[in-house]
T-cell receptor, first 111, second 114 residues
Framework: GQQLNQSPQSMFIQEGEDVSMNCTSS?????WLWYKQDPGEGPVLLIA?????ELTSNGRLTAQFGITRKDSFLNISASIPSDVGIYFC???????????FGTGTRLKVLA | EAQVTQNPRYLITVTGKKLTVTCSQN?????MSWYRQDPGLGLRQIYY???????DKGDVPEGYKVSRKEKRNFPLILESPSPNQTSLYFC?????????????FGPGTRLTVT
């Protein structure tokens, strides 16, 4: 099945640094979602994007729906220790109810 | 409390022994879905349901069955489990038949097939 290419696979950063990650797809999507998963738990939705070019913020998190509709970006500003976890992107194409998830970015924050 | 519940949370079974993982949501959501999560592969959609009696295959449906007889429940059935179905399984639900809205995930079921 189709997979999204999500990068980087993992990141080690210092507390207070900004973080960027992205997802690219070979298909056009009309919905992009960003999730965070903590150990032993299910993913939790962070940001949902529904329009090409859309830029949406949720606290220190900002995500963008790429203008080509084949990519999306997530930025975290001024990282803190509780940002540790795995971040997933997910996309859905028009005319389908199936979601495709990225392989995840594992973030570790060093205090 | 609004939530998605899954049972059991952990299961160890043997090849070929039929099992069912239950999923229930109390939010009156139309859309429900099952995913499996494997290292390095992210989450892959197994089956989804847009409403009662309406189900469709995701990306990896082989070896699985689902049913949606009631709005709140969406069980995942493995008729003859095999070791390659050892995985972490998540159920999710959301408002609307498109699933575009926020998907709430359950806590996961860790299945081991020996």
């Amino acid at each position: 099945g189709q997979q999204l290419n999500q990068s980087p696979q993992s990141m080690f950063i210092q507390e207070g640094e900004d973080v960027s990650m992205n997802c690219t797809s070979s298909s056009i999507f009309n919905t992009w979602l960003w999730y965070k998963q903590d150990p032993g738990e299910g993913p939790v939705l962070l940001i949902a994007l529904y329009k090409a070019g859309e830029l949406t913020s949720n606290g220190r998190l900002t995500a963008q729906f790429g203008i080509t509709r084949k990519d999306s970006f997530l930025n975290i500003s001024a990282s803190i220790p509780s940002d540790v976890g795995i971040y997933f992107c997910a996309g859905r194409s028009s005319g389908t109810y199936k979601y495709i998830f990225g392989t995840g970015t594992r973030l570790k924050v060093l205090a | 409390e609004a939530q998605v519940t899954q049972n059991p949370r952990y299961l160890i079974t043997v090849t070929g022994k039929k099992l069912t993982v239950t999923c229930s949501q109390n939010m009156n959501h139309e859309y429900m879905s099952w995913y499996r999560q494997d290292p390095g592969l992210g989450l892959r959609q197994i089956y989804y349901s847009m409403n009662v009696e309406v189900t469709d295959k995701g990306d990896v449906p082989e070896g699985y069955k689902v049913s949606r007889k009631e709005k709140r429940n969406f069980p995942l059935i493995l008729e003859s489990p095999s070791p390659n179905q050892t995985s972490l399984y998540f159920c999710a639900s959301s408002f609307g038949t498109s699933g575009s809205n926020e998907q709430y995930f359950g806590p996961g079921t860790r299945l081991t097939v020996t």
